[in-house]
T-cell receptor
Framework: DAGITQSPRHKVTETGTPVTLRCHQT?????MYWYRQDPGHGLRLIHY???????DKGEVSDGYSVSRSKTEDFLLTLESATSSQTSVYFC???????????????FGDGTRLSIL | DAKTTQPPSMDCAEGRAANLPCNHS???????VYWYRQIHSQGPQYIIH???NNETNEMASLIITEDRKSSTLILPHATLRDTAVYYC??????????FGKGTKLSVKP
């Protein structure tokens, strides 16, 4: 299995509080992704990174920010959490030269986040 | 929206081959087809991918039709641990994987 660690694995917090999720990889892959999974929607891309300090928005980026100061770490931040952000969040990594690459993505085990 | 269409559910007897179909009639010439599976509450697990030739690895085989409008994932000897939701996927414009609803495969003893 790809060396991907997500933390925390579970979190319950209140509306309006900031939340940061961490994805750590040991594969030295250039590309990292954050997805969320909700019933009836499958997995949807939030943000992705194509290198240190290089990030871009995905399909559902509103309310989220990301940072990547090191190759191995990709952080997802909810500045002021809302109940609609209750979801399961998955990090993925891939090697390859860009979105056009055919290299598969490998996923972490997810973070289950509940916003009350 | 997902670029692929799969049956919502399938059953398979333990020890038999599981053949999971997928339609991707709008796929372009340079787009790969990826297969993943997700076992309850775990992260999606990569299985196999291909462009136009049949592919095989230690987990499964992928058969892609000559016109590339459909494919079949084959698990040669299904076990109870293969019970999962299987996703047939084509990438989006940002390189993201576009997940549809997948096929829920139930392997029965």
């Amino acid at each position: 299995d790809a060396g991907i660690t997500q933390s925390p694995r579970h979190k319950v917090t209140e509306t309006g509080t900031p939340v940061t999720l961490r994805c750590h990889q040991t594969e030295n892959h250039r590309y990292m992704y954050w997805y969320r999974q909700d019933p009836g929607h499958g997995l949807r891309l939030i943000h992705y990174s194509y290198g240190v300090k290089d990030t871009d928005k995905g399909e559902v980026s509103d309310g989220y920010s990301v940072s990547r100061s090191k190759t191995e770490d990709f952080l997802l931040t909810l500045e002021s959490a809302t109940s609609s952000q209750t979801s399961v969040y998955f990090c993925a990594i891939s090697e390859g030269r860009g979105p056009e690459s055919n290299q598969p993505q490998h996923f972490g085990d997810g973070t289950r986040l509940s916003i009350l | 929206d997902a670029k692929t269409t799969q049956p919502p559910s399938m059953d398979c007897a333990e020890g038999r081959a599981a053949n999971l179909p997928c339609n991707h009639s709008t796929i372009s010439g340079n787009e790969y087809v990826y297969w993943y599976r997700q076992i309850h509450s775990q992260g999606p697990q990569y299985i196999i991918h291909g462009l136009k030739n049949n592919e095989t690895n230690e987990m499964a085989s992928l058969i892609i039709t000559e016109d590339r409008k459909s494919s079949t994932l084959i698990l040669p000897h299904a076990t109870l641990r293969d019970t999962a939701v299987y996703y047939c996927i084509v990438r989006g414009s940002q390189g993201n994987l576009i997940f549809g609803k997948g096929t829920k495969l139930s392997v029965k003893p």
